[in-house]
């Protein structure tokens, strides 16, 4: 699998219900990032958690890190009809120089049926 | 936060022309970056700019592609001679280092 793989890449819930996506990764990273990107639009980012945090809040935004399982969860609480978008994690190298680009994974299509 | 502004939204080319893409990062940030998403594909990383010259670059930035920012402002992406794979979504992005970064809304590019 490549750098930043979510899973599933799929989730079609219903409104009110809570979302969890996860993304696996396999280098050293120096934060792990989650943007949103609706329908032909551009990605939106959404929370960044350093290689050191454990778990991080935003709003309705839940994100986890497992550095030792090189893994990520994203968690949407009360998901309403206007998070239908897809969802994706980037991480950024734990080596090299600060203008290294973010790897993006493939990531899930989230789906709140109303 | 303003946003990145890019132009044209959607271009539709020949195969073998050369196309410009363009991007006002209306920021004082210092790192500026392409992407590119091939339909129903990931962001690819294609190259980062810093202090008006390339800082890193993906294998997909070969040869065909080149970046500049010509004024202090607009920053460009040209492809010399479009092929058929290279129709994608192209996403200029600006950002601090190992930051968040901020998307425009991307410049569809059809290649003929």
């Known amino acids: 699998s490549q750098q930043g793989e979510e899973d599933p890449q799929a989730l079609s819930i219903q409104e009110g219900e809570n979302a969890t996506m996860n993304c696996s990764y396999k280098?050293?990273?120096?934060?792990l990032q989650w943007y949103r990107q609706n329908s032909g639009r551009g990605l939106v980012h959404l929370i960044l958690?350093?290689?050191?945090?454990r778990e991080k809040h935003s709003g309705r935004l839940r994100v986890t890190l497992d550095t030792s399982k090189k893994s990520s969860s994203l968690l949407i609480t009360a998901s309403r009809a206007a998070d239908t978008a897809s969802y994706f994690c980037?991480?950024?190298?734990?080596?090299?120089?600060?203008?290294?680009?973010?790897?993006f994974g493939k990531g899930t299509h989230l789906i709140i049926q109303p | 936060e303003p946003e990145v502004t890019q132009t044209p939204s959607h271009q539709v080319t020949q195969m073998g022309q050369e196309v410009i893409l363009r991007c006002v990062p209306i920021?004082?940030?210092?790192?500026f970056y392409w992407y590119r998403q091939i339909l129903g594909q990931k962001v690819e990383f294609l190259v980062s700019?810093?202090?008006?010259?390339?800082?890193?670059k993906s294998e997909i930035f070969d040869d065909q592609f080149s970046v500049e920012r010509p004024d202090g402002s607009n920053f460009t992406l040209k492809i010399r001679s479009t092929k058929l794979e290279d129709s994608a979504m192209y996403f200029c992005?600006?950002?601090?280092?190992?930051?968040?970064?901020?998307f425009g809304e991307g410049s569809r590019l059809t290649v003929l």
């Open positions: 980037a991480t950024v190298p734990g080596s090299g120089g600060g203008a290294d680009g973010l790897t």
């Open positions: 700019f810093y202090n008006n010259e390339i800082s890193e």
């Open positions: 280098t050293s990273i120096n934060n």
């Open positions: 958690i350093r290689s050191n945090e």
């Open positions: 992005a600006r950002g601090l280092a190992r930051g968040e970064l901020f």
């Open positions: 920021s004082n940030h210092l790192y």
